[in-house]
C-alpha cells in the first residue's frame, strides 16, 4: 500500500512538472509574436532610413535610361534624298548646326526640309532619255516622262555641272516631274540645275573645293543658303512656312501650300528629338 501511494505521488509529481513545462512553453509561444513585430518594426525603420538612397538609386537608372534613348535617337538613320552614303541623325545634326551657324536658320527646320525632299521624291526618280528635249524615263517602270527636265532653263547647266563632275548625264538620277511643273533635281537638297548654279560658287567660297549637289555638306550648305534667302532666318512659323513654300515651288504665293505644310510638323518633331538629345547628352552637342 505505501509502495502503490508513492507511486500515485511520483506520477502526480511528473504530471505537475509537465503541466508547468508547457505552461512555460506556451508562455514562450505567446512572447514570440512580438518579438516578430519589434523585429518587423525595426527593419521598417531602417528602411526608412535608406530609401533616399534608393530614390537616388531609381533616379540614376531612369536617368541612365533616358542617356540610352538619347543615344538611340543619335544613332538612328537619317535618309537622305540620292545620298552617296548613309548617315546617323547625330551626323546629320552637326551638319544641320554647322549650317545654322552661318546662316542663322533653324537647324530642325533645314533637317525636315531633307525629310519633306525624300518622302516626295524617293520612289520617283528618272533617267534623262534625250538632252534635247528634256525627256526621260521613270526608273521603277520604265515609264515615258516627258518634262523630266526643262531643255532651255536645266538643260544647259545640268550638262555643264555633269562635265565638271565627270558624270553621265543620261545615266544619272534626277527626280522625275509631278502632275505639275517639271523635273530633274539632283542631290539631297533637291535642287534643279538652274538654281543649284546661282548658289554653287556661294559654297565653293565657304568649302574651298568644287560644289557637288551629291555632296551631303555641299547640299546642306546650299539648302541653307536658299532657306535663309527665302525668310527662315527669322526662326518662327511665319517665315519658315514662307521659305519652304518658295524652296518647293519658287513662290511664296503658291498654291501647293501641301509641301510646307509636311515640312513644319517635320520640324516639329525633329526638334523633339534634338531637345532630348542635347538635355540628356550636353556634351554631344
Excluded at 20 to 45: E, H, M, N, R, W
Excluded at 71 to 76: G, L, Q, V, Y
Excluded at 142 to 153: A, E, G, I, Q, V
Excluded at 269 to 276: A, P, R
Aim: proline residues 6%; contains cysteine; glycine residues 6%.
Amino acid at each position: 500500500m505505501k509502495n502503490k501511494f508513492t507511486t500515485l505521488f511520483l506520477v502526480g509529481v511528473f504530471g505537475l512538472l509537465v503541466l508547468v513545462g508547457a505552461f512555460y512553453y506556451k508562455s514562450s509561444q505567446d512572447v514570440s509574436p512580438i518579438k516578430d513585430t519589434a523585429l518587423v518594426i525595426s527593419t521598417s525603420s531602417n528602411l526608412k532610413t535608406v530609401n533616399p538612397s534608393q530614390e537616388d538609386v531609381s533616379v540614376t537608372n531612369l536617368k541612365k535610361t533616358s542617356a540610352e534613348i538619347a543615344s538611340e535617337i543619335r544613332e538612328k538613320n537619317f535618309e537622305l534624298l540620292q545620298s552617296p552614303r548613309q548617315i546617323t541623325f547625330a551626323e546629320a545634326l552637326d551638319k544641320a548646326n554647322y549650317v545654322s551657324n552661318l546662316t542663322k536658320i533653324r537647324p530642325a527646320f533645314l533637317l525636315a526640309i531633307f525629310q519633306e525632299e525624300l518622302a516626295l521624291e524617293k520612289f520617283d526618280m528618272c533617267y534623262l532619255t534625250n538632252l534635247k528635249t528634256g525627256d526621260g524615263v521613270r526608273v521603277t517602270d520604265n515609264m515615258f516622262k516627258p518634262k523630266t527636265m526643262h531643255p532651255t532653263r536645266d538643260l544647259p547647266p545640268f550638262i555643264k555641272i555633269m562635265k565638271e563632275l565627270g558624270k553621265d548625264p543620261l545615266n544619272t538620277l534626277i527626280t522625275c516631274p509631278m502632275s505639275f511643273g517639271w523635273g530633274g533635281a539632283m542631290g539631297p537638297a533637291d535642287f534643279i540645275p538652274s538654281t543649284w548654279m546661282m548658289y554653287k560658287k556661294r559654297v565653293e567660297s565657304v568649302t574651298k573645293k568644287p560644289a557637288d549637289p551629291w555632296n551631303i555638306e555641299d547640299a546642306f550648305l546650299a539648302a541653307g543658303l536658299f532657306l535663309a534667302d527665302a525668310g527662315a532666318k527669322s526662326k518662327n512659323s511665319s517665315g519658315e512656312r514662307k521659305a519652304a513654300t518658295i524652296y518647293f515651288s519658287g513662290s511664296a504665293n503658291s498654291p501647293h501650300t501641301f509641301y510646307a505644310d509636311g515640312a513644319l510638323k517635320i520640324a516639329e518633331q525633329i526638334q523633339k528629338d534634338i531637345d532630348v538629345v542635347e538635355a540628356l547628352l550636353p556634351d554631344m552637342k
